[in-house]
């Protein structure tokens, strides 16, 4: 038996799974399992009935098949078998009712785990689960993205002692990177590698490598303790973010830095080791045993803006090996050197945006101009972006101008069907984001009418259709 209480932990909330108490005197004989191998080509629950389903062989979930796994479910891999969301959809969503559990039937000879394949336009919802003990709980084939949004979204789920937690990259534009939200990751080899992906108020505990090797990556609100390496990249500072993170108590903090503001880097060995010139600003880096910063490599690099603990010069290179401690390394250049922790200095300080003014739902006819208007309280420049039902729109195109400032104007409107896969109406938000968060606007809608002879659109030219005409010409019908 389980139970399921919600603890609140500031920036995050945590499933957290209780064993029941005296589960030895509860407990029946284990079910018999369900034995599952080969081809799901149409849709299919795995319901808790018939848990645990066991993979004798893989399984592949083919197109247009949906294998749903209800809550409390339990699947058990045997020794290299694999469940291949091929070109169909996998919806894997715990909740009250019970976590769902991926897992390898013998922990010393393990299963694979799951793997999508994004190319053929399979999709996978994973939420409320335990991943464990499989050589890689979630795998992604790359590439290229047939679907408008991310490919895989995990939330709330568990990866525990996997060789990989989360491996592999689909490509795509950043609209379409695999999400990882509000997850735990706990002794794996790697926990996430590779590309493509939105890593957000998750933590990370004694894995070898937390966030391994890493580009075209977001890693934000999250927590990094006691692993070996907390985060590395290639060096390439390719698309790489780190932001608001807590990294303390690893052997080294971040490998071959990225972008990386306004988080926490202490009580580690080593706090940050340097390659290339990137953004390393706004941070508290300080308290680290052996370096709070090590460059590594020749190249003289800028750390101005960050918090070092102190502002004594002396005590700020006793924390920094660079070429003053080592032939051939460069020199850090951490001045100017703020006065005391990133938050408190109006240099690095801001606020997650706040809306103030939302965008106002709109009716308006074809060949009209529509203007929706956002407005926010901030401290710290946001950006904008808008989106039609959720997906962005382009960062300009011939009628919607730019899609990233805090208006959207659209000249003219078009009229429904007269683009192929296309119709302007639909909901408009406002995504408003800087440094220190995001925030959404409200959905607002766009209606659009049909100008033209049939003008209430009843497939008859008619008398009505003289009021409808006479409406819409007061109404500024073009």
């Not at 750390?303 to 850090?332: C, E, K, M, P, R």
């Amino acid at each position: 038996m389980r139970a399921f209480v919600e603890a609140f932990v500031p920036g995050r909330r945590v499933l957290v799974v209780l064993a029941a108490a005296f589960a030895g005197l509860l407990a029946s004989a284990a079910p018999a399992a369900t034995l599952v191998c080969g081809p799901i080509n149409a849709n299919t629950t795995w319901d808790l009935a018939g848990s645990p389903y066991k993979l004798t062989c893989d399984v592949h979930v083919l197109s247009g098949a949906i294998l749903t796994i209800d809550p409390g479910v339990t699947v058990e891999f045997n020794p290299g078998t694999t469940l291949v969301v091929q070109d169909g959809r996998l919806v894997a969503e715990g909740g009250f009712a019970g976590v769902i559990t991926f897992k390898s039937f013998d922990a010393t000879n393990k299963g694979n785990g799951i793997r999508v394949s994004v190319p053929t336009g399979a999709t996978a919802s994973i939420k409320q689960a335990d991943l464990m003990d499989l050589n890689f709980a979630v795998q992604l084939m790359c590439c290229g993205v047939p679907n408008a949004g991310p490919p895989v979204v995990i939330e709330n789920c568990t990866f525990s002692n996997n060789i990989y937690g989360v491996q592999g990259y689909s490509g795509g534009t950043q609209s379409q990177w695999v999400t990882i939200d509000d997850s735990i990751f706990v002794g794996n080899i790697y926990a996430i590698d590779s590309a493509d992906k939105f890593v957000s108020d998750s933590s990370f505990y004694s894995n070898t490598n937390a966030i391994f090797n890493v580009e075209r990556m977001t890693i934000q609100d999250c927590i990094f303790q006691a692993n070996d390496t907390a985060i590395s990249t290639p060096g390439n500072g390719y698309q790489v973010e780190v932001l608001r993170c807590s990294i303390t108590n690893n052997n080294n903090g971040i490998v071959r830095a990225p972008n990386v503001r306004r988080c926490t880097i202490t009580g580690n060995n080593v706090g940050v080791l340097m390659s290339i010139q990137v953004p390393v600003e706004c941070n508290d880096i300080h308290s680290n045993n052996v370096a709070n910063l090590q460059i590594q490599g020749s190249v003289s690099l800028n750390v101005g803006n960050n918090w070092w603990g102190t502002t004594s010069t002396s005590a700020i290179d006793a924390g920094i090996i660079d070429g003053f401690d080592q032939t051939g390394l460069g020199f850090a250049q951490y001045t100017p050197v703020l006065t005391g922790p990133w938050n408190t200095t109006s240099t690095c300080m801001c606020t997650t945006p706040s809306v103030t003014t939302q965008p106002v739902s709109q009716t308006v006819y074809n060949g009209q101009t529509v203007t929706f208007t956002v407005a926010a309280s901030f401290v710290g420049a946001p950006t904008y972006q808008w989106r039609r039902n959720g997906v962005n729109l382009p960062l300009w195109s011939p009628r919607f101008g730019f899609s990233n400032a805090a208006s959207l104007t659209i000249n003219p409107v078009a009229k429904p069907g007269s683009e192929p896969n296309w119709t302007d109406a639909g909901t408009y938000d406002c995504v408003i984001t800087n440094v220190c968060g995001s925030t959404t606007s409200n959905g607002a809608a766009l209606t659009v009418n049909i100008c033209g002879a049939d003008f209430d659109q009843n497939s008859t030219v008619d008398v009505s259709d003289i009021f409808a005409f006479l409406a819409a010409w007061f109404a500024g019908c073009p």
